[in-house]
């Protein structure tokens, strides 16, 4: 089993930035692909950004292309979300996603992901 937890609430203004961390536990988190989501009110979970295991693919939902980074330390068993140029349209719950799967591949399918996080709030005001 894998325990995510997500950290990095926040309040933030429209064109601000917000880090969100997903610290992994249970198992060495190395050989695992991971990925955010988020949930807007009255909308379905959507893939944010994800990255592959060895840190070498990244992908990113057009949406957020050119303004988020994903990026991983299998050192310290944790991924992280770096949000700038923060829209009141990324208002949603985040949530970081895992799932073992030591290939090139990055993982955007949900069902796909095995582990879960509980999930954190950025609001982005306007």
């Known amino acids: 089993q894998v325990q995510l937890v997500e950290s990095g609430v926040g309040l933030v203004q429209a064109g601000g930035s917000l880090i969100l961390s997903c610290t992994a536990s249970g198992r060495p988190f190395s050989n695992y692909a991971m990925c955010w989501f988020r949930q807007a009110p009255g909308k379905d979970r959507e893939f944010v950004a994800g990255?592959?295991?060895?840190?070498?693919?990244?992908g990113y939902a057009d949406s957020v292309k050119g303004r988020f980074t994903i990026s991983r330390d299998n050192n310290k068993n944790t991924g992280y979300l770096k949000m700038n140029s923060l829209e009141p349209e990324d208002t949603a719950v985040y949530y970081c996603a895992a799932v073992r799967f030591p290939s090139m591949v990055v993982v955007t399918e949900q069902v796909r992901y095995s582990y879960w996080g509980q999930g954190t709030q950025v609001t982005v005001s306007s």
């Open positions: 990255i592959n295991w060895s840190v070498s693919s990244t």
